[in-house]
Nanobody, 121 residues
Framework: QVQIVETGGGLAQPGGSLRLSCSASGTIKSIYNQGWYREFPGKPREMVATMLSDGSPTYANAVKGRFTISRDNALSSVYLQMSTLKSEDTAIYYC???????????????WGQGIQVTVSS
């Protein structure tokens, strides 16, 4: 089995910073891409930032220049540094790993449980 666990998040003031962390563990054979997504109430989940296997990042326009995605050398942990936070960043944030589990022929997408980020004064 694969476990995806997110930590961090919580409450921040507008203009402040927060850091999200996410780790993948379990019966993992290979890890390819990682990403962060978020959900607003009543809306579909949307991409915030992703990192391909070659290390190249992609950001949603709404967070460019404010958020930074990074990962560790083992590719099993991914981070989202959020700066200059705005009230409209308030959402549930989800971590995603695209990986191949031991015994599986193809990679699949695995999600964390979601973590609340609230930006408010």
């Amino acid at each position: 089995q694969v476990q995806i666990v997110e930590t961090g998040g919580g409450l921040a003031q507008p203009g402040g910073s927060l850091r999200l962390s996410c780790s993948a563990s379990g019966t993992i054979k290979s890890i390819y891409n990682q990403g962060w997504y978020r959900e607003f109430p009543g809306k579909p989940r949307e991409m915030v930032a992703t990192m391909l296997s070659d290390g190249s990042p992609t950001y949603a326009n709404a967070v460019k220049g404010r958020f930074t995605i990074s990962r560790d050398n083992a590719l099993s942990s991914v981070y989202l540094q959020m700066s200059t936070l705005k009230s409209e960043d308030t959402a549930i944030y989800y971590c995603n790993f695209h990986l191949r589990e031991v015994g599986m022929e193809r990679p699949n997408s695995y999600w964390g449980q979601g973590i609340q980020v609230t930006v408010s004064s």
